[in-house]
């Protein structure tokens, strides 16, 4: 089996910094890209960033310039860290990948637990 455990989540102020870790680990045997997400409470779940094998970042434009999405394939873990955070970043944040479980298995995706992140005076 295959499991994504988040870390870093917390209570931050308005323009404080925060930077998130989300870890694989099982049968993991590539992985095409990783990404996180956000649902705040009456919301839908977003995206907030992806990256891929290759390198290729893609954020979403109320994150730009603020947050950056980094991966390491061979820990299998990527990380978000989040800069001049404001009250409307506050919400559960859940890893995602896109990974085979074997050469000759399909890409599937996984989702971590999800972490709380708020920001708040």
């Known amino acids: 089996q295959v499991q994504l455990v988040e870390s870093g989540g917390g209570l931050v102020q308005p323009g404080g910094s925060l930077r998130l870790s989300c870890a694989g680990s099982?049968?993991?045997?590539?992985?095409?890209?990783m990404g996180w997400y956000r649902q705040a409470p009456g919301k839908q779940r977003e995206l907030v960033a992806t990256?891929?094998?290759?390198?290729?970042?893609d954020y979403a434009d109320s994150v730009k310039g603020r947050f950056t999405i980094s991966g390491d394939d061979a820990k299998k873990t990527v990380y978000l860290q989040m800069n001049s955070l404001e009250p409307e970043d506050t919400a559960v944040y859940y890893c995602?990948?896109?990974?085979?479980?074997?050469?000759?298995?399909?890409?599937?995706?996984?989702w971590g637990q999800g972490t709380q992140v708020t920001v708040s005076s």
């Open positions: 990256v891929t094998k290759g390198g290729s970042t």
């Open positions: 099982g049968s993991i045997f590539s992985i095409n890209a």
């Open positions: 995602n990948f896109n990974l085979k479980r074997a050469m000759y298995r399909p890409y599937e995706i996984y």
